[in-house]
T-cell receptor
Framework: DAKTTQPNSMESNEEEPVHLPCNHS???????IHWYRQLPSQGPEYVIH?????VNNRMASLAIAEDRKSSTLILHRATLRDAAVYYC??????????WGAGTKLIIKP | DAGVTQSPTHLIKTRGQQVTLRCSPK?????VSWYQQALGQGPQFIFQ???????QRGNFPDRFSGHQFPNYSSELNVNALLLGDSALYLC??????????????FGPGTRLTVL
C-alpha cells in the first residue's frame, strides 16, 4: 500500500494562509489523494480530494505536483476553528483509506 | 438531514468480554466502514460493508466481526476483549462508487475502554 509522509505539527497565525505538505512518493497512477481533518473530540471530516489537477472547494485548495509524488493542502485564511489534525490519505483501488499520523495544525491568535 | 450516528458514546468493559457497537449511516448512504483509532494515531481500517456483505477487510483478527442490516445500519462486534482494544471506534458512511473517489462521512465515535 502506498504511504504518505507529513510533518508532525505546524504552527500558523490566525488569518494567514497555511500550506500543509504531504509526500506520497510511491503513489500509483489510480490512487486518489484525499485530505481529512479531525477536530478535538470529533470524528474526521472530509476536506478535499484530487487525482492530477489542482482542486478548489469552499474549505481549501489542493495543489498536486506534476509527478504526483507530493501535494499541498492550502487553507487560504486560517481561523482558530481550523486547529485540527490534518490527514493526507491515499484511496487505493481496494477502496481503502490508508491513514498516517497526520499533521497537528496549531493556530496562534 | 441526520449525519452518521453511533452508539454508545462511551463504554467500559473488562478483558475477555464481548462488545457490540452500532452505527447508522448518513441518509442516502449504503456503505459503512469501521475504523479503530488509538490515542495519538490515525484511524486504522477494520472493514467495510456494502449490500450486507463484508467488502474489504484490514489487518484485524477474527475477533472483530460485523454486520450490515437491510436499512444499511451496521454493528461492530469484538469478542474476547484485550487491553489493547481500548480505542476510539469510528464509523464512516459513503455511497458505493465504481471509481476510487469515495468520500466518507464519519460519526463522532465510540470510546471503548477495556480494563
Amino acid at each position: 500500500d502506498a504511504k504518505t509522509t507529513q510533518p508532525n505539527s505546524m504552527e500558523s497565525n490566525e488569518e494567514e494562509p497555511v500550506h500543509l505538505p504531504c509526500n506520497h512518493s510511491t503513489i500509483s497512477g489510480t490512487d486518489y489523494i484525499h485530505w481529512y481533518r479531525q477536530l478535538p473530540s470529533q470524528g474526521p471530516e472530509y476536506v478535499i480530494h484530487g487525482l492530477t489537477s489542482n482542486v478548489n472547494n469552499r474549505m481549501a485548495s489542493l495543489a498536486i505536483a506534476e509527478d504526483r509524488k507530493s501535494s499541498t493542502l492550502i487553507l487560504h485564511r486560517a481561523t482558530l476553528r481550523d486547529a485540527a489534525v490534518y490527514y493526507c490519505i491515499l484511496l487505493d483501488s481496494n477502496y481503502q483509506l490508508i491513514w498516517g499520523a497526520g499533521t497537528k495544525l496549531i493556530i496562534k491568535p | 438531514d441526520a449525519g452518521v450516528t453511533q452508539s454508545p458514546t462511551h463504554l467500559i468493559k473488562t478483558r475477555g468480554q464481548q462488545v457490540t457497537l452500532r452505527c447508522s449511516p448518513k441518509s442516502g448512504h449504503d456503505t459503512v466502514s469501521w475504523y479503530q483509532q488509538a490515542l495519538g494515531q490515525g484511524p486504522q481500517f477494520i472493514f467495510q460493508y456494502y449490500e450486507e456483505e463484508e467488502r474489504q477487510r484490514g489487518n484485524f483478527p477474527d475477533r472483530f466481526s460485523g454486520h450490515q442490516f437491510p436499512n444499511y445500519s451496521s454493528e461492530l462486534n469484538v469478542n474476547a476483549l484485550l487491553l489493547g482494544d481500548s480505542a476510539l471506534y469510528l464509523c464512516a458512511s459513503s455511497l458505493v462508487v465504481t471509481g476510487n473517489t469515495d468520500t466518507q462521512y464519519f460519526g463522532p465515535g465510540t470510546r471503548l475502554t477495556v480494563l
